[in-house]
């Protein structure tokens, strides 16, 4: 047998080993991490250049149990750091102001009186200590902070129908570790759904969703309160009854309405914030978590990777844009998303003048008492579907982003059946 192609092949591996070691030695080993500019073909940090470790958690120093951020801050003081940092998204608008017919289509609900966008999850407790809405129960909780779950998971449902203001005093962080990563965090960062609701609606489907998806989607979702116990719950048992015509089905079948508005009679349904609903339909379904778009990869000064946790705008962060533009190439994606984004602003502000109108409309023949209530009704029907429909487009944050095709359908929907309910009270859609 001839050695030397073997010899050959020891002696090229040795040399190529030592010129890597040596390159590495010269280099202070710094310069082979990977650096988020000028990576080439290697394109943006990933998920392959984190090192996962498996660390002993600290001890727990809040009374209920959880491990808390300042907790797990020796142990990842970046990751800590980074979720302090959605403190600096303070942006707030007053939709109210914004698009003043939402006075009008809310009217006899909460939504009439104080309605503002979302900030940073540094805020939520804050936040709804300050609405002016009223939460006459401590179910509004829910998805502010991770000491309301845990005393779910310690105490059971009862908890959602306490007083707002007992269990507030008891509330010690924000949104925090222990919401997505329970108390396992230190097990490579294991996602754990903490929200019960969200197994108990959700069953063996919770499998179907990618774990960096759900995490968000214990919050970010459209919801109800159960008659029975006012527990928080989803209105669907998997992925594919999230659209807004089976969750609509959903709750006619159980007769549910937020409110009953005074002036038309009509039981309306006020949709929340569907963003994973919309996610999970969209285009990027298979192949991005919410992660992938709002948790850019960063480096360590040591030059280990791992997520941000500071929740940002890809618009606004090179890392993700840098994913982006793997698949999208050098596409303009700023561009792209605010052109969807307008497009899908001006068509609900459209389409929520005319469900204003239509609602004036039926009021005004409500009052006149001339159609029978089985006519009435009629048009209560749609007038319950058009809102439906408008708003689950409407409170969606995204501005039709995360699904342009599901925003438009939407909208197009609502002002068929505000069409449909205007020609039965004998007007067309201008309100004549
Ligand atoms: C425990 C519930 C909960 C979970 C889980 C959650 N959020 Fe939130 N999120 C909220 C609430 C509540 C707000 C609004 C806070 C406020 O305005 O006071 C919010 C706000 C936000 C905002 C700011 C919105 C704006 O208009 O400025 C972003 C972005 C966001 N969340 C993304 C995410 C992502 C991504 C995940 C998953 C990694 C996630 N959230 C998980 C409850 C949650
Ligand atoms: C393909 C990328 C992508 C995915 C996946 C994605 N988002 Fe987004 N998201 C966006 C873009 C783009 C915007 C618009 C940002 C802007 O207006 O600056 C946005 C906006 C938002 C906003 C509003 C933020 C604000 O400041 O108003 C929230 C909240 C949000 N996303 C949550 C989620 C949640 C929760 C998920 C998963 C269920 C998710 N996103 C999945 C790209 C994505
Ligand atoms: C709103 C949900 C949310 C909160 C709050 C949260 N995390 Fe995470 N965390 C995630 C998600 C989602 C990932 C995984 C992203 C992926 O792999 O796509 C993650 C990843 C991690 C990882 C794995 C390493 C890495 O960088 O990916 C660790 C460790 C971790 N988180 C620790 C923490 C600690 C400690 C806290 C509190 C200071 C915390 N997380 C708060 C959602 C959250
Ligand atoms: C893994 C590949 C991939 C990545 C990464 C990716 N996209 Fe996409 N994106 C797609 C595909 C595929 C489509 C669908 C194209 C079509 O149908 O014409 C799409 C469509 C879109 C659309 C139009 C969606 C709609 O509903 O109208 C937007 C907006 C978008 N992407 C934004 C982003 C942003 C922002 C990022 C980065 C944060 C991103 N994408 C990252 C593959 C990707």
Redo the contacts with the bound molecule.
């Keep these: 047998m001839n050695k030397k192609p073997y010899v050959i092949g020891l002696i090229v591996a040795l040399a190529v080993g030592f010129a890597v070691i040596g390159l590495y030695a010269l280099s202070g080993g710094k310069e082979l991490n990977y650096r988020l500019k000028n990576r080439g073909d290697l394109g943006p940090l990933s998920k392959d250049d984190i090192v996962y470790r498996t660390v002993e958690a600290p001890a727990a120093t809040s009374k209920d149990g959880t491990i808390s951020a300042k907790d797990w801050s020796s142990v990842y003081p970046e990751i800590a750091l980074t979720m302090g940092d959605n403190a600096k ?1 303070t ?2 608008v007053s939709y109210l102001e914004e698009d003043p017919y939402l006075t009008n289509i809310y009217e006899g609900y909460g939504f009439a009186k104080d309605y503002g ?5 540094e ?2 407790l ?3 200590a300050a609405t002016e809405r009223p939460h006459p129960m401590a179910n509004c909780l829910t ?3 991770p000491n309301f ?1 845990k005393l779910v998971n310690d105490q059971g449902v009862s908890v959602y129908t306490m007083d707002f203001n007992e269990v507030l005093a008891m509330m010690e962080e924000n ?1 925090s570790c222990y ?2 990563h329970g108390n396992e965090a230190g097990n490579a960062g294991e996602l754990v759904v903490t ?1 019960s609701y969200v197994t108990k609606a959700l069953g063996d489907a919770v499998n179907d969703i990618n774990p ?1 998806t759900l ?2 989607g ?3 979702i459209e919801y109800y309160f159960t008659p029975a116990d006012k527990e928080t719950m989803m209105p669907y048992h998997d992925v594919e009854s999230m659209s807004p015509e089976a969750i609509l089905a959903y709750y006619d079948a159980m007769d549910f309405a937020d409110w009953t508005q005074e002036s038309t009679g009509t039981k309306l349904l006020k949709a929340q914030h569907p963003e994973m609903e919309t996610v999970l339909a969209g285009k990027h379904a298979n192949f991005l978590s ?2 992938d778009c ?2 850019p990869i960063e480096q360590k000064s040591n030059g280990e990777a791992y997520h941000s946790h500071e ?1 940002v ?1 890809p618009l606004e962060n090179e890392a993700l844009l840098a994913n982006c533009a793997t698949c999208h190439g050098d596409t303009d994606m700023v561009k792209l998303v605010k052109g969807i984004q307008s497009r899908i602003t001006a068509r609900e502000t459209e389409v929520g003048n005319k469900l204003s109108d239509f609602k004036d409309a039926l009021a005004a023949a409500v009052a006149e008492g001339k159609m029978t209530e089985e006519e009435l009704d009629a048009v209560r029907k749609l007038h319950r579907e058009a809102q439906w429909f408008f708003d689950f487009c409407y409170v969606e ?1 995204s501005e039709g982003a995360h699904n342009s095709e599901l925003a438009t359908r939407c909208l197009d929907t609502a002002e068929e059946k505000i069409t449909e309910g205007m020609a039965l009270l004998g007007k067309d859609v201008n309100g004549k």
Excluded at 117 to 121: D, K, L
């Design positions: 998204n942006y707030v966008s979302a900030r940073g999850h805020y939520t804050e936040d709804v998805c502010k902070t779950a949104v919401t997505c929200h960096a995490s968000c214990q919050c970010h919410c992660a709002h948790m929740l705008s944050n």
